[in-house]
């Protein structure tokens, strides 16, 4: 030892006039790689630490769902507790520290709607944001992660910071519901505390508020005074809350309305413009109808909005309206650069007119161009494999997306010289007409549909290994695959009538096994030749670890629920599913046009996407079994809608960048 530091010194002594990092380049050298592996270690040790504190905090967060059974008591006396929403979210604000006046310091741009909203959200945030603006975006349901539902400055919130608000409304809440009949706010109504007490603490110049479910008796509508008011295109959802009518849901939407506080509408059908209008009036603000996109003056060439589909034009037309109205607001626009050229009167109300357009500058034109928003008209490429996702759940968003997806797989199917297949993924949740969804996606001329509850896996699956939260108390496992069940048979009971009504030749098909026309959750039927000759197909199963709905476990790892009531995530080890072909599940239905076609249940997103993916996707770890016509297939194109939450759940397994 002494003789080792006698050389250093030496060594030292003879590169005194040398730079110190000359002198220690060879003891760096050979230091690096263990300081590394140190460094590394301690990375591994802090994300671990993180990603634990995270999923207490899920978990503390998940306390505050209300179960199934209680749900339904509530829904009995939903009609006299809905105006105390807005009263209890004063109350709990105030536990936590926050005033109205703080609130209203946060020049709040708020949107309700039922199609569009996040999309016009994510455009206002993306607008201000390139204006320079710190912006605040609170929005749900989130895809893969809660923290997700924050965004500041177009990210959304670390974990760390998630953490530490968190418990810093929580325990406060916490700390004084002893004094207050033990009252704590349900699931989406604490998350809307965070927001405002994020966005404070942010200093942010901006908060985009994101309407759950309604509007009148929202969690989000204690701000009383926003800057700028938004309503997006109307229809029918939600309508065991909201009403029956579409003037009821219209009148719940403009609730958000406040004295003074300018307020805009995407074009609407008469009978909710009316609604919209007297609303208007009766609060005592000015509405205006947002313009025609094409009617903006845009300098130089076309450009492209940053989220897929036609719809995102009449959102992007709302969206400038409500940043503009904003920024006036704050005194940072002049009225005489707004050279407004349509300020006329919508047909059948003389004082309601059509909002003014104006000339885009770059800044306008690069947030228009570089929002996103995930889940809607997104596209996810692999090898040979693509998933279309789109969360359409209402009549109006699935007509889009059928449009959307015919036109960007056919470009794509045409620029592949082999066979390429089309499966749907599909699932819808609570009081939707699932057979109003299904019809207008029959005529994408899907090889194989794909049917599964928004569970991303069950306790046997083998990928359920990442900080996740969606978990769903809201309803029971059970009712999640009654339903999925059911929108299987709402399908194969549309197939059938396409055949008889569409003069198409339908297969004679007998089930001469006289078992039930189902096993394991795939439609079982013999199958005589089809129409080109070929004799039926045979497909080998998932075993009963992979797909069987029955499984012995009651713990689900991950589920969603609608809008409001939201969902939160819980990450869990499971075991690993295998395929096999060891038991035949019987040959499929088919259309005599097509021998491919397939109904199929699976009790997971993952076991649902390990078939529609066919074993393409590097993320989908197991081995599987499948058709010989499906597996030589070139190219497989899956489209996942129906729910934005069934969305999520695949984005957090195919994902690269949740892996």
Same mark, same amino acid.
Not at 287 to 292: I, K, M, Q, R, S
């Given at each position: 030892?002494?003789?080792?530091?006698?050389?250093?010194?030496?060594?030292?002594?003879?590169?005194?006039?040398?730079?110190?990092?000359?002198?220690?380049?060879?003891?760096?050298?050979?230091?690096?790689?263990?300081?590394?592996?140190?460094?590394?270690?301690?990375?591994?040790?802090?994300?671990?630490?993180?990603?634990?504190?995270?999923?207490?905090? =899920?978990?503390?967060?998940?306390?505050?769902?209300?179960?199934?059974?209680?749900?339904?008591?509530?829904?009995?006396?939903?009609?006299?507790?809905?105006?105390?929403?807005?009263?209890?979210?004063?109350?709990?604000?105030?536990?936590?520290?926050?005033?109205?006046?703080?609130?209203?310091?946060?020049?709040?741009?708020? =949107?309700?709607?039922?199609?569009?909203?996040?999309?016009?959200?994510?455009?206002?945030?993306?607008?201000?944001?390139?204006?320079?603006?710190?912006?605040?975006?609170?929005? &749900?349901?989130?895809?893969?992660?809660?923290?997700?539902?924050? $965004?500041?400055?177009?990210?959304?919130?670390?974990?760390?910071?998630?953490?530490?608000?968190?418990?810093?409304?929580?325990?406060?809440?916490?700390?004084?519901?002893?004094?207050?009949?033990?009252?704590?706010?349900?699931?989406? +109504?604490?998350?809307?505390?965070?927001?405002?007490?994020?966005?404070?603490?942010?200093?942010?110049?901006? +908060?985009?508020?994101?309407?759950?479910?309604?509007?009148?008796?929202?969690?989000?509508?204690?701000?009383?005074?926003?800057?700028?008011?938004?309503?997006?295109?109307?229809?029918?959802?939600?309508?065991?809350?909201?009403?029956?009518?579409?003037?009821?849901? +219209?009148?719940?939407?403009?609730?958000?309305?406040?004295?003074?506080?300018?307020?805009?509408?995407?074009?609407?059908?008469?009978?909710?413009?009316?609604?919209?209008?007297?609303?208007?009036?009766?609060?005592?603000?000015?509405?205006?109808?947002?313009?025609?996109?094409?009617?903006?003056?845009?300098?130089?060439?076309?450009?492209?909005?940053?989220?897929?589909?036609?719809?995102?034009?009449?959102?992007?037309?709302?969206?400038?309206?409500?940043?503009?109205?904003?920024?006036?607001? $704050?005194?940072?626009?002049?009225?005489?650069?707004?050279?407004?050229?349509?300020?006329?009167?919508?047909?059948?109300?003389?004082?309601?007119? =059509?909002?003014? &357009?104006?000339?885009?500058?770059?800044?306008?034109?690069?947030?228009?161009?570089?929002?996103?928003?995930?889940?809607?008209?997104?596209?996810?490429?692999?090898?040979?494999?693509?998933?279309?996702?789109?969360? +359409?759940?209402?009549?109006?968003?699935?007509?889009?997306?059928?449009?959307?997806?015919?036109?960007?797989?056919?470009?794509?199917?045409?620029?592949?010289?082999?066979?390429?297949?089309?499966?749907?993924?599909?699932?819808?949740?609570?009081?939707?007409?699932?057979?109003?969804?299904?019809?207008?996606?029959?005529?994408?001329?899907?090889?194989?549909?794909?049917?599964?509850?928004?569970?991303?896996?069950?306790?046997?699956? &083998?990928?359920?290994?990442?900080?996740?939260?969606?978990?769903?108390?809201?309803?029971?496992?059970?009712?999640?695959?009654?339903?999925?069940?059911?929108?299987?048979?709402?399908?194969?009971?549309?197939?059938?009538?396409?055949?008889?009504?569409?003069?198409?030749?339908?297969?004679?098909?007998?089930?001469?096994?006289?078992?039930?026309?189902?096993?394991?959750?795939?439609?079982?039927?013999?199958?005589?030749?089809?129409?080109?000759?070929?004799?039926?197909?045979?497909?080998?199963?998932?075993?009963?670890?992979?797909?069987?709905?029955?499984?012995?476990?009651?713990?689900?790892?991950?589920? /969603?629920?609608?809008?409001?009531?939201?969902?939160?995530? /819980?990450?869990?080890?499971? &075991?690993?599913?295998?395929?096999?072909?060891? $038991?035949?599940?019987?040959?499929?239905?088919?259309?005599?046009?097509?021998?491919?076609?397939?109904?199929?249940?699976?009790?997971?997103?993952?076991?649902?996407?390990?078939?529609?993916?066919?074993?393409?996707?590097?993320?989908?770890?197991?081995?599987?079994?499948?058709?010989?016509?499906?597996?030589?297939?070139?190219?497989?194109?899956?489209?996942?809608?129906?729910?934005?939450?069934?969305?999520?759940?695949?984005?957090?397994?195919?994902?690269?960048?949740?892996?």
């Amino acid at each position: 030892m002494h003789s080792f530091i006698c050389s250093i010194l030496r060594y030292a002594s003879r590169n005194r006039h040398h730079k110190p990092s000359e002198i220690m380049s060879p003891l760096v050298k050979t230091c690096v790689p263990f300081a590394t592996k140190i460094t590394k270690k301690i990375d591994v040790n802090k994300k671990y630490e993180v990603c634990r504190k995270l999923k207490e905090c =899920v978990k503390t967060l998940n306390t505050l769902q209300s179960n199934a059974q209680t749900l339904e008591k509530t829904r009995l006396t939903r009609d006299k507790l809905a105006p105390l929403h807005v009263p209890n979210m004063v109350k709990w604000a105030s536990r936590v520290g926050i005033t109205l006046d703080d609130i209203d310091r946060l020049k709040v741009i708020h =949107v309700s709607g039922t199609k569009g909203k996040g999309s016009t959200c994510a455009y206002c945030e993306s607008i201000l944001r390139h204006q320079g603006f710190k912006t605040g975006f609170f929005s &749900s349901p989130h895809l893969v992660e809660v923290r997700e539902r924050f $965004q500041v400055n177009g990210q959304p919130l670390s974990r760390e910071k998630f953490v530490d608000y968190f418990w810093d409304v929580y325990n406060k809440l916490e700390a004084t519901k002893e004094h207050n009949n033990e009252s704590m706010p349900a699931y989406f +109504a604490f998350l809307t505390l965070m927001a405002y007490n994020i966005f404070l603490k942010e200093q942010t110049d901006v +908060a985009i508020i994101e309407v759950g479910i309604g509007g009148q008796y929202d969690s989000t509508n204690l701000v009383r005074k926003p800057a700028v008011c938004g309503v997006t295109s109307l229809g029918m959802d939600h309508v065991s809350i909201l009403g029956n009518t579409i003037e009821k849901i +219209a009148w719940q939407k403009a609730g958000i309305f406040k004295p003074g506080v300018p307020a805009f509408t995407s074009p609407q059908c008469p009978e909710a413009l009316k609604v919209l209008h007297e609303r208007a009036e009766e609060k005592g603000c000015h509405l205006e109808v947002a313009p025609h996109f094409s009617s903006y003056e845009r300098p130089g060439e076309k450009f492209k909005l940053g989220i897929a589909g036609h719809m995102q034009k009449v959102n992007a037309s709302l969206a400038l309206q409500l940043t503009r109205s904003w920024m006036k607001s $704050q005194g940072v626009l002049k009225e005489e650069v707004m050279n407004g050229v349509n300020k006329v009167a919508v047909n059948g109300h003389g004082d309601l007119g =059509v909002a003014k &357009s104006f000339p885009f500058n770059q800044s306008l034109i690069n947030g228009l161009v570089e929002c996103k928003w995930l889940g809607r008209n997104q596209t996810i490429k692999k090898n040979n494999l693509t998933y279309y996702l789109d969360g +359409a759940h209402t009549l109006e968003s699935i007509q889009q997306c059928v449009d959307w997806f015919q036109k960007h797989s056919k470009r794509e199917a045409d620029g592949i010289s082999g066979k390429v297949i089309k499966i749907l993924l599909f699932n819808t949740t609570g009081d939707r007409d699932v057979t109003q969804l299904l019809r207008p996606l029959m005529s994408c001329g899907f090889d194989g549909a794909v049917f599964c509850p928004n569970i991303s896996y069950t306790t046997s699956s &083998s990928a359920g290994k990442r900080c996740q939260d969606i978990t769903n108390m809201t309803v029971s496992k059970e009712t999640q695959l009654q339903k999925c069940q059911h929108n299987m048979e709402t399908w194969k009971m549309l197939s059938l009538a396409k055949r008889k009504y569409g003069e198409i030749e339908e297969v004679d098909s007998q089930n001469d096994s006289g078992s039930s026309p189902l096993k394991n959750g795939v439609h079982r039927n013999n199958e005589n030749n089809c129409s080109n000759g070929t004799s039926f197909l045979k497909m080998s199963r998932l075993t009963e670890n992979c797909n069987n709905s029955n499984s012995s476990s009651d713990h689900v790892d991950n589920s /969603q629920s609608h809008d409001n009531i939201d969902q939160s995530k /819980q990450n869990n080890t499971a &075991s690993s599913s295998s395929c096999t072909d060891s $038991q035949d599940l019987g040959t499929q239905k088919q259309l005599s046009t097509n021998c491919d076609n397939y109904f199929v249940n699976f009790s997971c997103i993952y076991d649902a996407l390990l078939w529609a993916s066919h074993g393409r996707d590097q993320n989908l770890k197991d081995p599987c079994n499948l058709p010989a016509q499906i597996q030589e297939a070139d190219h497989v194109q899956v489209l996942v809608t129906g729910s934005i939450h069934l969305v999520g759940g695949v984005l957090g397994i195919v994902s690269d960048d949740y892996n």
